[in-house]
């Protein structure tokens, strides 16, 4: 062991060193199952004074139990009908979205606009142009009756002036 001691001293301290922390963790795992052992003692101490609980005690207990259920019940009966509600708004949901869907896809595109834009200023000007040969010609015959009725008045003044 001197020989080794001799050639490997490097090595030699790091093994003790190593030996060392595990003998520290050995006894410090022994203190915890020490303290673990202890502490189930208490328990099971604790478990046998118990165990002779009242009837009051018991009957608290099975109330307990009973809410506990019955919640799990209620929260069950909730969970559906939520889960329904979110399936129906799901639902329309969807719908809405389709009926979006078909509206942006009947919307006119912009040449679609353009082209009933022109067709219908093509319109309007055939409208106005017709109104307006209308009005020449409702004019065009205002001054036809009133050259007529010139005339008319003109020979009635001439027999007139010569008798």
């Known amino acids: 062991s001197i020989q080794m001691e001799k ?6 301290d790091s093994i003790k060193s190593i030996a060392d922390d595990c003998l520290d963790y050995a006894q410090e795992v022994e203190k915890q199952f020490i303290t673990t052992q202890d502490m189930i003692s208490e328990l099971l101490e604790v478990c046998f004074a118990t165990n002779g609980a009242t009837e009051k005690e018991k009957d608290k207990l099975a109330l307990e139990k ?3 259920e019955n919640s799990k019940i209620l929260f069950a009966e909730r969970k559906k009908q939520q889960e329904k ?5 799901g639902e329309v949901l969807e719908k ?8 942006l896809k009947s919307m006119p595109t912009g040449w679609e606009v353009l082209g009933m834009t ?8 055939v409208t ?9 010609a409702s004019a065009g015959r205002n001054s036809l009756l009133v050259n007529q009725r010139v005339l008319v008045i003109q020979r009635i003044e001439k027999k007139l002036g010569t008798q």
């Not at 050639?7 to 030699?12: E, G, H, N, R, S």
């Not at 809405?96 to 509206?103: F, L, N, S, V």
């Open 7 to 12: 050639f490997l001293p490097k090595t030699m």
């Open 128 to 136: 106005d142009g017709l109104g307006m040969l209308s009005k020449a």
């Open 118 to 125: 022109i067709v219908e200023n093509l319109a309007g000007v």
């Open 66 to 68: 009973t809410q506990s």
């Open 96 to 103: 809405r979205t389709k009926e979006y869907d078909e509206a």
């Open 85 to 89: 509600e979110k399936k129906r708004i």
